[in-house]
Nanobody
Framework: QVQLVESGGGLVQAGGSLRLSCAAS????????MGWFRQAPGKEREFVAG????????DYADSVKGRFTISRDNAKNTVYLQMNSLKPEDTAVYYC??????????????????WGQGTQVTVSS
């Protein structure tokens, strides 16, 4: 089992930046592809970014391309999401997830086996 704990969320003005962290325990995340998802009030959870086990392959939702960067440090058992140029529509609870999946399926929520509890990101206009 892998336990995932997100941190780094908060309140930021539009145009600002935040860096989310996802710390894993229980097992090393080097065996898993990792992803970030988000859920805004009244909406379904959606894919944000994914990264392969080695970190070489990444994928992003069109809405965040060029603004968000996913990265990982397997030695620290941690995954990051750097969020720049934040917009009010980025307001959501952000979830970290992990699974033994291929890059082609990063965006498929059901393919992930492990999930964190989420961290709130609020962007004010």
């Amino acid at each position: 089992q892998v336990q995932l704990v997100e941190s780094g969320g908060g309140l930021v003005q539009a145009g600002g930046s935040l860096r989310l962290s996802c710390a894993a325990s229980g097992r090393t995340i080097s065996s898993y592809a990792m992803g970030w998802f988000r859920q805004a009030p009244g909406k379904e959870r959606e894919f944000v970014a994914g990264i392969s086990r080695s970190g070489i392959i990444t994928d992003y939702a069109d809405s965040v391309k060029g603004r968000f960067t996913i990265s990982r440090d397997n030695a620290k058992n941690t995954v990051y999401l750097q969020m720049n140029s934040l917009k009010p529509e980025d307001t959501a609870v952000y979830y970290c997830a992990g699974g033994t999946i291929a890059a082609a399926t990063f965006q498929r929520e059901r393919m992930y086996d492990y999930w964190g509890q989420g961290t709130q990101v609020t962007v004010s206009s």
